[in-house]
């Protein structure tokens, strides 16, 4: 009769003790490198839509709205010629919704106003530009991914406080400029001045 071989318990603990630490030290990793990838593939989409907006208002004369949320007619003017009637309307400018990749549910909207409503600093000279802006509004980013953003579109993201904090300052900032609290952040993207 052949002796059975196998395992014997305290070598299954010592394996799954091994496994367990690798997994710890790897995790943090992996969820590090899906956020880098998400800023990057929306640093890219915001390109796009940057060129999208360019293209609407040479054609038309006229600021393009574009709201992934919103049900209305005028919803989504870059790839529908929604209003009718838009004089010199050559689109589709978008080819296909560009999603939130950080939290798809979330809205995601094209505005454009005069600053003096959102107050950009375009220069970074610590004081906001007078002009009339097109922004991208997005919601739903926690404050790790509003951080990555604007350091990926501005490089301020270790300024933590005062007039060029990276909430407050350059071409990404929260609305108002106000420090972000909770995981539920709304950033402005700076896309043109007209």
């Known amino acids: 009769m052949k002796k059975q071989t196998g395992f014997t318990l305290i070598e299954m603990l010592g394996v799954l003790a091994v496994i367990a630490i690798l997994a710890s030290v790897a995790t943090p990793k992996i969820f590090e490198a899906i956020r880098d990838a998400k800023v990057a593939s929306f640093v890219e989409d915001i390109s796009t839509i940057r060129t999208a907006v360019l293209s609407y208002y040479k054609d038309t004369g006229a600021f393009p709205y574009h709201d992934v949320k919103s049900k ?9 010629n929604t209003k009718r009637g838009v004089a010199g309307w050559r689109g589709p400018y978008l080819e296909k ?4 990749p950080f939290n798809p549910a979330a809205g995601r909207r094209v505005i454009s ?12 000279d610590g004081k906001k530009d007078s002009t009339t ?12 991914e509003a951080k990555q953003l604007s350091d990926a579109l501005d490089t301020d993201a270790s300024v933590e406080s005062g007039k060029q904090a990276w909430y407050r300052s350059g071409r990404v900032k929260t609305i108002a400029g106000k420090k972000p609290r909770g995981n539920n952040v709304s950033m ?4 043109h001045k007209f």
């Open 72 to 80: 209305n007619s005028n919803a989504h003017n870059l790839m529908k």
């Open 97 to 100: 919704d560009i999603q939130n």
């Open 113 to 124: 106003t005069n600053n003096s409503q959102y107050q950009f600093d375009l220069d970074g």
């Open 133 to 144: 802006v097109s922004l991208l509004e997005v919601q739903g980013l926690s404050i790790e």
């Open 188 to 191: 402005l993207v700076y896309l």
